[in-house]
Nanobody, 125 residues
């Protein structure tokens, strides 16, 4: 069994930055495809960003392009989401997700096998 543990959420003013981390533990694979999703109150879960199994490709939803950066540390089985120039619209619970194989569609939540418990990000105006 693999567990994903997120950290780094919190309260920040608009224009500020946060860095989310997500670490895999347990019976881990040598490599994962990683994704970040978020869900705001009353809204459906939304894809935010992903990094491919090979690490060679990254993906972002249009609303965060140029502001968020996803990265990974394979040795630590950890993925990061650097969030800059945060906006109140970014307020949500952020979830990391992982799967131990390449994906065709990285924005599809159903493609991921493992999910974290979520971390709250609140951006005040």
């Amino acid at each position: 069994q693999v567990q994903l543990v997120e950290s780094g959420g919190g309260l920040v003013q608009a224009g500020g930055s946060l860095r989310l981390s997500c670490a895999a533990s347990g019976r881990t694979s040598s490599r994962y495809a990683w994704g970040w999703f978020r869900q705001a109150p009353g809204k459906e879960r939304e894809f935010v960003s992903a990094i491919s199994w090979s690490g060679g490709s990254t993906y972002y939803v249009d609303s965060v392009k140029g502001r968020f950066t996803i990265s990974r540390d394979n040795a630590e089985n950890t993925v990061y989401l650097q969030m800059n120039r945060l906006e109140p619209e970014d307020t949500a619970v952020y979830y990391c997700a992982a799967v131990g194989s390449p994906l065709i569609i990285y924005s599809a939540g159903d493609a991921y096998r493992y999910w974290g418990q979520g971390t709250q990000v609140t951006v005040s105006s």
